[in-house]
């Protein structure tokens, strides 16, 4: 018996059967009944605050559900700083275990069939009632060994929202896992999450448990996001052999990039692989048949793809190429109010990854322009959120870059960027100044501030929305930037609305 959980009211605890690095899985039995029970305890001694809100999250929205193939908890009950989870135990195990401990041969198509059909209408029942999963991957997929009936767990990032837009973040605190997340919920993509983001993480598990691989393999998450965003996996069929065609032309439209491209519906998905399953039983073959002739979206839903911006497009992107090989450029865009001018900027997300860059963006306020450098300092509170998800390693190298560069005036930046402090930590005071001398200082600090992000390893692509608003120091401070000839590796986008700008 694992000792970190001791005791709870009304139940006692079992054997530890699962662990991760926010959970803790124990079997227990509740006192009253003698129910046989799984509890769910949050791991960290003092989950953020975040972390308490996710937790509660999947029990309001599991207890709430009627849906076979939910597991419905019992209780959310208090333990120490944390939460609980009570859930009923109907002996199950993850599917990932089930396939590596219980099948000895992968190539079961027909159990997998079994297996796949019984997801897709969970799945289905669940969309039904307009949640949005965001996390299907094995280890959330439940299986009986012995009746072989399929449970779906684990609602802590799940959205009752129909769509949602997920905002840039490093790769080791998006939400979801990374392995399995969908294009757009990396938040580099210029496209919203919806339904259809659950059935690209269910194609990579239908991957996974086809060939026993993932179809993208790395340790470094901006690789992976990357290869999530822009690369092909090998289809299942030509990793082995032995797959059916038609079964693996399944798995690829279920992780094609966009989700246009997918399946439009659980019922879609279902249709097909019951397809697939007769045809199995009658042949032990299954012959290439057109897909998704039952596939018949029930929502309206209008396509986020960009149309005739092609040529506005490829020209950021060509900025941005050029700006990777050592050049510094201001481009700016002009446009009536939601013309659509920060979804053409926000196309060259994709570009970024792969030359593992970083994006920001702050957008000048109308009521705030007695604020000097408004978004300036907005974009770069955003990239020390960026930062202070990485590493310890890595943050120790930023702490070094920066102190490098701005020496014992650091507490000029802290400031203006309070998260800073988080990564450079406590700075000693600096000589007031006023008037010219305050500005040229901070002028050349930020100067050495931005130089610090603007490598070859990272180009830095900062955009500036709402110009028409800015203040002159914000606009002094960008003609500083792109003067100077020491600037490398900046890509400044700014874009205005062209109807309120003036000739002064």
């Not at 791991?43 to 419905?72: C, H, M, W």
């Not at 045809?279 to 209008?302: A, H, K, N, P, Y």
């Not at 500005?439 to 490598?455: E, G, P, W, Y």
């Amino acid at each position: 018996m694992n000792l970190t959980i001791t005791s709870l009211t009304n139940y006692e605890i079992g054997d530890l059967i699962h662990e991760s690095e926010r959970t803790l899985v124990y079997r227990g039995v509740a006192k009253a009944d003698t129910q046989p029970v799984v509890i769910k305890l949050m791991r960290n001694d003092f989950p953020s605050f975040q972390e308490l809100v996710q937790f509660r999250n999947q029990y309001t929205i599991a207890k709430n559900l009627s849906v076979e193939g939910i597991v419905k908890p019992l209780a959310l009950l208090n333990y120490q700083n944390r939460y609980a989870l009570i859930m009923p135990d109907f002996g199950g195990i993850s599917l990932g275990e089930y396939y590596q401990n219980f099948l000895s041969d992968i190539k079961d198509i027909s159990e997998f069939l079994d297996i796949a059909i019984q997801i897709a209408e969970i799945i289905y029942q669940l969309h039904q009632n307009r949640i949005i999963h965001k996390d299907i991957k094995p280890a959330n997929i439940l299986i009986n060994p012995t009746t072989k009936e399929i449970y779906l767990i684990d609602f802590s990032i799940s959205s009752l929202l129909p769509r949602e837009t997920q905002e840039i973040q490093n790769p080791n605190v998006l939400e979801g896992t990374l392995a399995y997340i969908s294009p757009e919920q990396t938040g580099r993509m210029n496209r919203g999450i919806d339904y259809r983001s659950d059935f690209y993480s269910l194609g990579v598990t239908f991957y996974q448990l086809l060939t026993g691989e993932l179809p993208f393999k790395s340790e470094d998450p901006m690789e992976l996001v990357h290869c999530h965003i822009v690369k092909i996996p090998i289809p299942p069929h030509k990793v082995k052999p032995e797959i059916p065609k038609a079964l693996s032309e399944i798995v690829m439209k279920l992780i094609a990039k966009t989700a246009e491209d997918r399946y439009q519906s659980a019922r879609g998905i279902k249709h097909d692989l019951e397809k697939c399953w007769q045809q199995w039983q009658e042949t032990g073959s299954i012959v290439e048949f057109e897909l998704g002739e039952r596939d018949i979206s029930e929502r309206f839903l209008i396509p986020e793809k960009l149309y005739g911006r092609e040529k506005e497009v490829q020209t950021l992107l060509d900025a941005f190429n050029r700006v990777s090989q050592e050049n510094s450029e201001l481009l700016l865009v002009e446009g009536y109010s939601g013309v659509g001018k920060t979804a053409v900027v926000n196309e060259v997300h994709k570009l970024i990854v792969r030359q593992r860059g970083y994006f920001i963006k702050g957008k000048f306020d109308q009521f705030s322009r007695n604020i000097p450098f408004s978004a300036f300092l907005q974009s770069f509170r955003d990239l020390m959120g960026q930062l202070l998800g990485e590493g310890d390693a890595e943050l120790a190298n930023w702490k070094e870059k920066i102190l490098e560069a701005v020496g014992e005036n650091g507490q000029v930046l802290i400031d203006v960027i309070p998260e800073l402090e988080r990564i450079i930590g406590q700075q000693p005071p600096v000589p007031e100044l006023s008037g010219t001398a305050a500005q040229n200082r901070f002028n050349l600090l930020f100067q050495k501030f931005i130089a610090v992000f603007t490598t070859q390893e990272h180009p830095l692509t900062l955009f500036l929305d709402d110009l028409q608003w800015a203040d002159s120091a914000s606009l002094n401070l960008m003609k500083v930037l792109m003067g100077d000839s020491q600037t490398r590796y900046l890509l400044l986008l700014g874009a205005y609305r062209d109807n309120e700008v003036f000739r002064s």
